[in-house]
């Protein structure tokens, strides 16, 4: 977990320390969208646009209501530090993890196995 001051509208890649956060945040290709929980509030933040000179932002934006969120904090707790951390929802590890065992998952085991 990572431990973030709040000091912006968006969260710059350089004052991240945290090396698994950072290394997700820096995989993301401009635009793409990752979940942070913050202070205990998940929320989509996403990945600022390539600059107009064509160099990468090192940096993400809340969208959604996590928007919302995050500009109240701005005004109300600057300066104040939170926790952060990327967070991955049931959906998304299953639909990760689903053709692992594919080779299990025919009609013979079904019947073989339903009543377990």
């Not at 969260?11 to 202070?39: G, M, N, Q, R, T």
């Amino acid at each position: 977990m990572e431990r973030l001051e709040i000091s912006d509208v968006a969260i710059w890649f350089k004052h991240v320390h945290a090396k698994d956060l950072l290394s997700k945040l820096e995989s993301l290709a401009p635009e793409d969208e990752i979940l942070l929980s913050v202070d205990r509030v998940v929320g989509r933040w996403q990945r600022l646009k390539t600059g107009k000179d064509g160099r990468p932002v090192y940096a993400i934006r809340p969208v959604g209501p996590m928007k919302a969120v995050w500009n109240d904090w701005f005004k109300s707790r600057k300066g104040q530090r939170v926790d952060v951390q990327a967070v991955q929802l049931a959906d998304e590890f299953l639909d990760a993890t689903g053709d692992l065992m594919s080779e299990w998952s025919s009609e013979e085991d079904e019947s073989a196995f339903r009543d377990l």
